[in-house]
């Protein structure tokens, strides 16, 4: 029997895209609720995992005899199996997420090794320095993205050649590692990203009608949110900066910008799954 095509979340959204409000200002209040609702099922493997950060920061027993590390491991792997079961997103979505943790352990293994962030708690469950939960983090970029495509039915004007995307990914991600021999074209990057996408919008429907934005915007503020929650994640003591090895400082700014080309390729790695459609 092969998977079903579709979540749980299917039926809800039909039945919540069906009602009727009042016209005027109800309306508009309507379909700001159901933006709001959708971002947030959207954001659900994320949200746990961040509420799974700071509850195990602010309540996990110092002297437990499994390591906290390790049961934030665990219980992302749960959450992951859960939300197949109950068919919370897509076997496709899954695969994603997978992808997203094999391209995140990388980076962190080598970015742990150069000094970029630390760990400071111990485990089990690691490869080197790196404990298997960090690789969640990215994953939970891809279920975000991967989920959001889906529910917002995301369509493209102006897209430009999928190779040349794809070709600015790579460089991209060569360049988190390069850098710390070779110059840093980080500048060129984010001029190659400007001249490719400079033209395209994002249509997405929240309700009845297709809004848009241009997509270097719609990535600027999910890069910001993932910044909010990095600072969540550092406070949480869940990995830290070599600024923050003594105490917990805010998070710079200046990381926005490492976010959003991270989150460049996180929308490349998706779009080869959902394949961009223009819209008709």
Same mark, same amino acid.
């Given at each position: 029997?092969?998977?079903?095509?579709?979540?749980?979340? &299917?039926?809800?959204?039909?039945?919540?895209?069906?009602?009727?409000?009042?016209?005027?200002?109800?309306?508009?209040?309507?379909?700001?609720?159901?933006?709001?609702?959708?971002?947030?099922?959207?954001?659900?493997?994320?949200?746990?995992?961040?509420?799974?950060?700071?509850?195990?920061?602010?309540?996990?027993?110092?002297?437990?005899?499994?390591?906290?590390?390790?049961?934030?491991?665990?219980?992302?792997?749960?959450?992951?199996?859960?939300?197949?079961?109950?068919?919370?997103?897509?076997?496709?979505? &899954?695969?994603?997420?997978?992808?997203?943790?094999?391209?995140?352990?990388?980076?962190?293994?080598?970015?742990?090794? &150069?000094?970029?962030?630390?760990?400071?708690?111990?485990? #089990?469950?690691?490869?080197?320095? #790196?404990?298997?939960?960090?690789?969640?983090?990215?994953?939970?970029?891809?279920?975000?993205?991967?989920?959001?495509?889906?529910?917002?039915?995301? %369509?493209?004007?102006?897209?430009?050649?999928?190779?040349?995307?794809?070709?600015?990914?790579?460089?991209?991600?060569?360049?988190?590692?390069?850098?710390?021999?070779?110059?840093?074209? %980080?500048?060129?990057?984010?001029?190659?990203?400007?001249?490719?996408?400079?033209?395209?919008?994002?249509?997405?429907?929240?309700?009845?009608?297709? %809004?848009?934005?241009?997509?270097?915007?719609?990535?600027?503020?999910?890069?910001?949110?993932?910044?909010?929650?990095?600072?969540?994640?550092?406070?949480?003591?869940?990995? %830290?900066?070599?600024?923050?090895?003594?105490?917990?400082?805010?998070?710079?700014?200046?990381?926005?910008?490492?976010?959003?080309?991270?989150?460049?390729?996180?929308?490349?790695?998706?779009? #080869?799954?959902?394949?961009?459609?223009?819209?008709?």
């Amino acid at each position: 029997m092969s998977a079903p095509a579709h979540t749980r979340f &299917a039926a809800v959204r039909t039945a919540l895209e069906q009602y009727e409000p009042r016209p005027g200002w109800h309306s508009w209040l309507y379909e700001f609720l159901l933006f709001g609702f959708k971002q947030g099922w959207a954001c659900l493997f994320g949200g746990l995992m961040l509420a799974l950060l700071l509850g195990t920061h602010l309540f996990y027993p110092a002297d437990a005899a499994l390591a906290r590390y390790d049961f934030l491991t665990l219980a992302a792997l749960t959450i992951q199996a859960a939300m197949l079961a109950f068919r919370l997103e897509t076997l496709e979505e &899954a695969k994603v997420i997978l992808a997203f943790h094999a391209v995140g352990t990388v980076m962190e293994l080598f970015k742990t090794a &150069a000094g970029s962030w630390l760990y400071p708690e111990a485990s #089990v469950l690691r490869i080197g320095a #790196v404990p298997l939960f960090s690789g969640f983090m990215y994953a939970a970029v891809g279920s975000y993205l991967a989920r959001v495509w889906r529910i917002f039915d995301f %369509r493209f004007t102006a897209y430009p050649s999928p190779a040349l995307a794809g070709g600015v990914a790579v460089l991209i991600y060569v360049n988190f590692f390069a850098h710390h021999w070779l110059p840093d074209i %980080r500048l060129a990057l984010f001029a190659a990203l400007i001249l490719l996408f400079a033209r395209t919008r994002i249509w997405f429907r929240v309700w009845r009608e297709e %809004r848009w934005m241009p997509l270097l915007v719609g990535w600027l503020l999910v890069a910001l949110f993932i910044w909010f929650a990095e600072n969540i994640g550092t406070f949480a003591n869940a990995w %830290r900066y070599p600024s923050q090895k003594h105490e917990w400082a805010m998070v710079s700014p200046a990381k926005l910008g490492a976010w959003y080309l991270l989150m460049y390729i996180s929308f490349i790695l998706v779009a #080869v799954v959902h394949k961009p459609q223009g819209k008709a």
